[in-house]
Every structure is written in C-alpha cells, then in structure tokens.
C-alpha cells in the first residue's frame, strides 16, 4: 500500500549528464494514517440506528441533538450513527472511520452544500468534507449509498405515499369522502408508475452517475498514494414481498375492502402500514434502485479501467428478516417500524389501536411539520447496519472492480460472492 511506500527512507533522484545519481535524503515522513470513509445518504449514513453523533455544519459548529421541534435543516438530523455500517465493518489495515453521509443527501449535495436546494441541510458538500479528511489521512475505502433520494423521487416520498394511503383506506370509509370531504382521497395500493416511472429512473441514473464521477475526480486529486477502492452499495428493501399470514386479515376483514381499522392498527404494531398489493410494486422500486447503481458502475468503470470500483449488491441482505414477514414483528426485524409521534414530543406512538381519523391526521400533520419525528421509519436498524457491516468486509476483501453480492440465509448467516 502507499502508506508503507511513504514510511520508507525519502530519496531524491538527481539527473545529471553522467548519468542517474542517488542521494540519501533526510528523515522519512511519518506515514498518514489509513481512512475508510462513507459517503451519501441515509442507508449508509445509519438513519434508523441509532447513537447519533453531533454533526459539523456549514459553519463549523458542531450540532448536537437540536430538540424534536428544531428545523429538519439542522444538520444534527443527517442522522450519522455510531452504528453505521462503515464502522461495524471488519476493515483490516484501515486505521480511522468517517462518516460523512447525511440521510436524504441527493447526488447534488456531493459537490454543493445541501442547504442550496430545498429541504436539504444545513452541511459542507461531502466532497469539500472528503477534502478536509484527505489531508490528515490516507484514504483507502471509500464506501458510497447514492440514488435513493434524486430531483426525479426520494425515498422518504415513495414510502410515505404508500403508508398513507394504507392508512386512508383503512380509516376512511368511502361514504365519509362523499359527506365530509366533498372528494376522493387517495387510498389505492401503490402502483410502479406511482413510485418511479422509467423516465424518472433514467434520470436519476445520470444524476447519480455524475455525482460519482465527481466523487472519482476528487479521490484522484486528493487521495496522497492514489490508492482506494470504492464500493457502490445498493438497497434493501424493508419490507418482504408479502406479509406472514397473521397480518394478512383481521377481524374477517382484509385491506381489499372499505375501511380495516383492525387490520390498519395491527399493521402499524408491526411497523408494515401498507397493501399487500403495493409490496410487489415496492420490489421492483427497489430493483430499480439496484440496477441504477448497477449501471453507473458500469459506466464509470468502462470509463476508468484502472480504477477499483465496486459494487455491493445487498438486496437480499434482509431477507427472511423484514418487517412483518415473521410474526411477532418489528422484533427481530433487520428495519425500523413506520413510527410517527402525536407532536413533537420524542414519544413515538406504537399503536393506533382505538384512534380515530381525526387523531391520526394529527400524527401525520406532525410527520410533515416536523419531519424528524419519523424519517426513522423503514430503515436499516442497528442489527441491519451489523449485517450490512458484514456485507461491507465482504466487499473490501473481495478481488479488485469485483461486484459482489449479499444474501442472508434462512438461518441468519450471509453468503457473500
């Protein structure tokens, strides 16, 4: 590696007419100490794992936890957690971790300050943070979540779409939208087109492509040995592809029909507020999520045969341990429950048992207001981030520009190929 070519005795060339010269210089330089860095959004910056770290700002202030009724802007609610994947990872040789993510990060908060776009966060682009870490240390991996979160969809949206119209459906009967509310509220399972059209993934694609090329060119301008590899990591999806059979009906009522508030109740204690028919469209939301990094990859390595660029492909990282695919969830789940909270009061409520829809518009109107009541929801928990952590060395001790893949058996061990 560059850093013991660094250690060893400093030697200076002189070039004369006569020939090459050698001439022993002074001490060595000390060698930098070795870096993985995780850039991105909040798959990888540990949103939903806890232990939360203060986070510097734009100013160069540290954030700490701001309060519940603080503007999401604070750059605190990047959620960058101890428990993230890049620090649970087994990385031999890598001396120091930095996690320089922020939950929601889209592909422009590489390269600008989040707080330049809308809802974004008060933080440096991550490429001017990459910048500050490159010149205390050597960076030798980089791990990158990118294309959750674009200016064609965000994560956050899809799934609250999906969540709320469950919820709608399971609250509202049709009669009440005739005779309070003049109009229809949307409560139909999510469709493919609802989520991401193809148009829109294409798009994203580009956009996530050339944040990561901007994440390359920097790498090279900065990196002291030019020596890292880069690891592009997919999704997982929180949810299986259909729910255990307990939470498929409740009190003879299914969620095909008007109103389900058992259903809806039970539902949301398992943290899987949402149709059965929106599960299937929900995958290939994720799939797509896959394949758009997939195919940056394979853009940018075509582009730069030298470099080591990988890609982590963890779509079955948590299967078999979703939410509401076994009873008795969230326990055991790898993902965190859909949680909301009756204002910003730091209680999460757990179940929606004996509540009316006035009640539960109330909630939401929270979740709006003041998003960081429930930006937890339907991600990787601190379990999750030790399995993605897992599937992480799996990927750094792979061969160079390696794609690799992994899956979760059904006795919770992980196949990594």
């Not at 949307?186 to 901007?214: I, W, Y």
Request: charged share 15%.
């Amino acid at each position: 590696m560059g850093f013991l070519q660094r250690a060893a005795a400093a030697v200076m060339l002189l070039v004369s007419a006569a020939g090459i010269q050698v001439v022993q210089g002074g001490p060595a330089q000390a060698a930098l100490p070795t870096a993985a860095v995780a850039l991105g959004d909040s798959f990888v910056s540990g949103e939903g794992a806890g232990a939360y770290q203060p986070v510097v700002d734009a100013s160069g202030t540290a954030q700490a936890f701001p309060g519940w009724s603080a503007a999401n802007s604070n750059a605190y609610f990047c959620h960058r957690s101890a428990n993230a994947s890049v620090f649970t990872a087994s990385l031999p040789g890598i001396q120091q971790r930095f996690n320089l993510a922020c939950s929601g990060a889209q592909p422009a908060d590489i390269a600008t300050p989040a707080s330049a776009r809308p809802e974004g966060r008060v933080v440096a682009s991550q490429l001017d943070q990459l910048r500050a870490v490159a010149q205390t240390h050597d960076i030798d991996v980089v791990l990158v979540g990118l294309g959750s979160n674009n200016t064609q969809f965000t994560f956050g949206d899809v799934a609250t779409l999906c969540a709320n119209r469950f919820i709608a459906d399971a609250w509202t009967g049709w009669w009440e939208f005739w005779a309070y509310l003049k109009g229809e509220v949307p409560q139909k399972p999510c469709t493919a087109s609802d989520l991401a059209t193809d148009t829109e993934v294409a798009a994203a694609t580009t956009e996530t492509t050339a944040a990561l090329r901007q994440i390359l060119d920097t790498l090279a301008q900065v990196d002291a040995d030019g020596v890292h590899q880069v690891v592009l990591q997919t999704y997982t999806n929180p949810l299986p592809p259909d729910v255990a059979p307990q939470y498929h009906d409740e009190d003879g009522r299914t969620d095909t029909r008007d109103k389900f508030r058992a259903l809806g109740a039970e539902r949301y204690a398992a943290g899987c507020p949402i149709h059965r028919a929106s599960l299937a469209p929900g995958h290939a939301f994720s799939q797509n999520l896959g394949s758009l990094v997939k195919n940056a990859h394979h853009t940018l390595a075509a582009e730069r045969p030298a470099a080591d660029l990988r890609v982590l492909d963890v779509q079955q990282a948590f299967d078999g341990a979703r939410l509401c695919e076994n009873p008795g969830s969230p326990a055991g789940a790898l993902a965190t429950p859909v949680r909301v909270q009756d204002g910003p009061s730091g209680t999460f409520v757990t179940s929606l048992s004996g509540w009316d829809k006035i009640g539960i518009q109330r909630a939401a109107n929270t979740c709006v207001t003041y998003f960081q009541t429930c930006q937890e929801s339907w991600h990787p928990n601190a379990a999750g981030h030790t399995v993605l952590g897992q599937c992480l060395a799996g990927a750094f001790a792979a061969a160079p520009r390696a794609t690799v893949t992994c899956a979760r058996n059904a006795n919770g061990t992980l196949t990594i190929s």
